[in-house]
Structures are given as C-alpha cells and as structure tokens.
C-alpha cells in the first residue's frame, strides 16, 4: 500500500511559480510504474496534466506544455510538480496520483490535494 502526501500549495500571483511535492509516506515510488500529476475544477471531472514513467518518460497536457515540468526524486520518495507562469484559470485542486506495482498499472493510489489559487 502506498500513501501519497501532497504539499506545496498555496497563493501566488499571476505569473509566479509553485512548487508541489508529492511525498510516498510508505512504498517506495520506485516500485510504481507511472506518477501524475491531475486537478480538478469545481464540479468538473480531474483533467490529467502531467505524468512520468519509472523509466523517465513523460508526457504534458497541452494547456501546461512549456510551463509545468514534472520530475522524481527516488531518494527523497517524492514526485514534484515545478509551475511556472501561473494564470488565473490554474486555480484548482491538484492531486498526485501513482500506478502501480511496476510494471502494471492495476492500482491506482491518490493523494489528498492541495489547493492551488492564482490571483489576478
């Protein structure tokens, strides 16, 4: 069993940076297959934004092409989201999310959130 923490959220202006961490508090990440990166608006569905694979393959949404960059660190048992030039419609929940075990993806575990708020 794997349990995620996510931090790093919080408020920042348009344009700023954030950093979200996503912390595996028992597991090790390097026993997943696939870590992302989601959020979700009021009453809308979780739009997946990013992902990396075990072996460092990644992929982006394109409305976070260019200006989100996800990234591991296996020692630190933590997957990081890096936000840069941040708009007001990136506010939102942001969820980390990791499939596993390596090499499947038949479970799927989930943080608790964190809120992330863009001002104008």
């Known amino acids: 069993q794997v349990q995620l923490v996510e931090s790093g959220g919080g408020l920042v202006q348009a344009g700023g940076s954030l950093r979200l961490s996503c912390a595996a508090s028992?597991?090790?990440?390097?026993?997943?297959?696939?870590m992302r990166w989601y959020r979700q608006y009021p009453r809308k569905q979780r739009e997946l934004l990013a992902s990396?694979?075990?072996?460092?393959?990644?992929n982006y949404a394109d409305s976070v092409k260019g200006r989100f960059t996800i990234s591991t660190d296996n020692a630190k048992n933590t997957v990081y989201l890096q936000m840069n030039s941040l708009r007001p419609e990136d506010t939102a929940v942001y969820y980390c999310?990791?499939?596993?075990?390596?090499?499947?993806?038949?479970?799927?575990?989930w943080g608790q959130g964190t809120q992330v708020t863009v001002s104008s």
């Open positions: 028992s597991g090790s990440i390097f026993s997943l297959t696939e």
């Open positions: 990396v694979t075990r072996d460092g393959s990644t």
């Open positions: 999310n990791a499939l596993g075990p390596y090499p499947v993806r038949y479970r799927a575990y």
